[in-house]
């Protein structure tokens, strides 16, 4: 069998807002000195992910994307294809990111996104980073899609939500972020509601099978209680994917990581 490439990668989940969990986990990851060598991501996890790689901290990220109410994030747009513009992510990147190539990052990052044109998960780890990564944030329907190199990209949760694909077989211990449980939803009603909702069902429908790929997958299923479209509970995803992520990290399993 080959030698593993990386100790720790890291996989984050899309989930839109709820995405601010992700960080909450990598604060706790840090601060039990567990740093992922490689990280993966869809969607928020994309966001998320290409910041910390590109060398903020957790709570720098929290503090930048956190700074604006949800008409920052996101506004009307006209309903060619689709409903809301995603400006306000596109200007903190470009205000925020140094690197302007994967190459360029501090960690080395996946980023996944769906080729419409073709029907199939595509990921991103070399060239342009800001192209894949609003591409990959680009919920259908909501979002209009990114065009690369004459192809039409969407959110990278549609074909895969939780990308562990291209890092499974170079790592030596996986952690996942999963921050879109789906549970029961009284009203379904709503142009913009039936939308996210559907999203979500189709986002969650192959986390059972890819939980089995990781030594550590957290996932608190009070997420469920969140909408994706709300960046202004920030403050209390951060705290959940925290603390969530503190109850699971007992002193073996942060032994056994650190001893590799």
């Not at 984050?12 to 706790?28: D, E, K, Y």
């Not at 591409?135 to 192809?151: C, G, H, K, R, Y």
């Amino acid at each position: 069998m080959p030698e593993k490439q990386y100790n720790i990668g890291l996989v984050l989940s899309g989930g839109g807002a709820r995405g601010f969990a992700h960080l909450g986990l990598m604060q706790a990851l840090n601060e039990c000195g567990i740093y992922p060598d490689i990280l993966s991501g869809t969607s928020a996890g994309a966001l998320a992910g290409v910041l910390y790689s590109d060398g903020y901290t957790p709570k720098e990220i929290l503090h930048l994307m956190k700074s604006g109410s949800r008409l920052d994030f996101m506004r009307p747009a006209m309903p060619r294809e689709g409903l809301l513009q995603i400006g306000g992510i596109i200007k903190i990147l470009k205000s925020t990111l140094r690197a302007k190539t994967f190459e360029e990052l501090k960690i080395p990052l996946y980023v996944a996104a769906t080729d419409l044109n073709n029907g199939k998960a595509e990921y991103f780890s070399t060239g342009n980073l800001l192209d894949p990564v609003i591409a990959s944030a680009s919920i259908p329907v909501l979002f209009q899609p990114v065009m690369i190199n004459d192809i039409y990209y969407v959110d990278g949760g549609v074909l895969d939500n939780l990308p562990v694909k291209p890092i499974e077989n170079k790592c030596r211990t996986l952690i996942g972020s999963f921050v879109n449980p789906v549970g029961f939803m009284e009203k379904c009603s709503g142009l913009i509601n039936i939308a996210e909702r559907t999203f979500m069902l189709s986002m969650s429908k192959e986390i059972n099978e890819k939980a089995k790929k990781f030594n550590l997958l957290i996932s608190p299923p009070e997420l469920r209680n969140f909408k994706i479209l709300d960046p202004e509970k920030a403050e209390d995803l951060f705290e959940l994917g925290y603390n969530a992520t503190m109850e699971k990290l007992d002193a073996a399993f942060v032994k056994s990581i650190l001893s590799l």
